[in-house]
């Protein structure tokens, strides 16, 4: 196994297009406009079309990420690569549904509610539900990658701030796993569900991302303190 790659592999190219055609399912129902009132408001559907892009994009920023660190292409990595994605393709439609959500009702702009189709807290419970389990699996294939990773690392000769920095970004993406599994859990409970609660909760990632890097550098100082004495 190598570190240091030398082109794209064939395990990348088809990654690569598996994300293509998610991205292209955000804007297959849209049809070219005929009149100036659709196309306003095919350019309204836009905002939520550029919202569902952007968070396939830092997936994808991800997953690249993961490449660009190993070169791997073992069955282990295969099998949990291929499931990345299976959930993506899968997380293409809640992500889009959600993204017109919230250009809806935070932004204001896009279709009227009525069409938006949520009749109830059951309904909205049910969406932030699968959301939340397809985001929990997204990042939970990509938190297991990297802990395969680590468990390579003599293998994949990796140097100590390598191994380091697998095993950081292993618990960093648990991190999101956690997020997206209590947003399920505060949804089936339907506690705070007038006030999308469920929704709000992703804004822990922030915080859980910033006390994880705070606590892991001390960890680091203090090992390093240690070795010197």
């Known amino acids: 196994m190598r570190l240091l790659k030398r082109g ?26 005929k009149t100036f009132p659709q196309l306003v408001s095919d350019l309204k559907g836009f905002i939520a079309f550029g919202l569902a892009f952007s968070a396939l994009v830092l997936i994808w920023s991800v997953h690249n990420g993961f490449f660009k660190r190993y070169s791997l292409e073992d069955t282990y990595t295969v099998v949990l690569n291929s499931c990345l994605l299976f959930v993506v393709l899968f997380y293409v439609y809640p992500l889009k549904f959600v993204s017109k959500g919230i250009a809806l009702y935070v932004l204001g702009v896009g279709e009227n509610r009525t069409e938006y189709g949520i009749t109830g807290p059951e309904d909205l419970a049910t969406l932030f539900a ?85 606590i892991t550098t001390k960890l680091r100082k203090k090992e390093l303190s240690e070795d010197r004495s």
Do not use: N
């Open 8 to 33: 794209i592999t064939r395990l990348e190219a088809f990654s690569d297009a598996v994300f293509a055609f998610a991205a292209t399912l955000l804007v297959v129902s849209l049809e070219v406009p």
């Open 130 to 214: 699968i959301y939340g389990a397809a985001f929990a699996a997204v990042f939970l294939c990509v938190a297991l990658m990297y802990l395969h990773a680590y468990r390579l690392r003599h293998k994949l000769e990796l140097t100590k701030d390598q191994r380091d920095e697998a095993i950081l970004l292993f618990r960093h993406y648990l991190i999101f796993c956690v997020v997206g599994l209590l947003s399920v859990a505060t949804a089936f409970s339907g506690f705070g569900l007038r006030y999308a609660l469920p929704g709000w909760i992703y804004f822990l990632l922030g915080p859980g991302c910033y006390f994880h890097d705070v």
